[in-house]
């Protein structure tokens, strides 16, 4: 008894513990999400019951409401996909019904179909949940007498109800641009971080410190791999949705510089691993090396303040070049496998954010040229 009252307590103390101001904020930001789920719901029941004149529209809204939350943040294929799967588990399910009728063992059988024929057909993953889901609610619910085929009926409301759904995510979508910078920005100054803590590791002979850089870095993939799945998302709205057809050329240069941001997050991780074995070895990095590291992380934090801009390109592409060329020249005297590799690293990284920042390869290789 007291455990349970524990619980209770808990969770009263989890609702209570946000504070309003908050809630109210959380609200306004999802009042795209609510004007979305509101018009398409109501549209797609208004159309499958006056236009279509169905006697049991439910299906409509749902198939709505399932497009909408279900393909959040997923690409147009997804939600083409998820339309289609609850459409097939209507139609298969309701073809099923009519023949062998409403039970326990009929549900079993529909459901066993209907991932049988979602699966032939090439639905997956959430669309495939949905078909599944809608045979389960349709072997569920007795259709109304008279009201016709309800197997083409609920399936021509499921299709209503996509549509409706898609039509609201392109009527009224989100600021792909703004999507995408925010998560841009949260990369950029993340990597900013990972190179100054490589170059205080390079200042301090602290090889500790460049481990922790690599951890760093190596725990940014996850969000690399949101920002590529965002650039796509964002740039399948900005092509289909005629609301943000305006900035489909600004989006093409996040888009475009996806693969070159990944490149130098990669470099990043192998110039603090570089770093690292070259401290253990007892190895002291050429002079300058560190300051070539801290101009490389000040170019980043120029870019992470606005990519979407440019107004700072040019300080940035200079400071790249520069960082570049001290990492480079400080390769006198004696030179190591590993202070060699720092010095490489440091060059590519300079040249893949030079990419990124839409400098073309025949510029970059004039300009990193230091023979």
Known sequence: MDRGDGRVRRLRHLRSSEPWPVRLATLRRRWRLVTRLSVSTAAAYGISTHLLGHEQAFFAPIAAIITIIAGAGQRWRTLLELVAGVAVGVLVGELLILTIGRGVWQIALVVALTVAVSTLVGIKGLALTQAANSAVLLAAVLPVAGAGDPAVTR????????????????????????????????????????????????????AGLADAALADARGAQGLMDDVASTAHNVAEIARMSPVRWRQRTQLVRYVGSVSDLDNALRDSRVLARRVGSMLRHGERAPVGTDEAIDVLAAAVAIYADDLSERDDFLEAQEKLVAAARLAVTSLTGVMTLNSAAVAAQVRSLAADLLYASGVTRDEIDRALDFD
């Not at 995510?169 to 100054?196: E, F, G, S």
């Open 155 to 206: 399936f021509l409301d499921a299709l209503v109800g996509g549509i409706c759904g898609i039509a609201m995510v392109l009527l009224l979508p989100r600021n792909p641009v703004r999507d995408i910078d925010a998560q841009v920005q949260m990369l950029l100054a993340r990597l900013a971080d990972v190179l100054t803590r490589t170059a205080e590791a390079v200042r301090s002979g602290d």
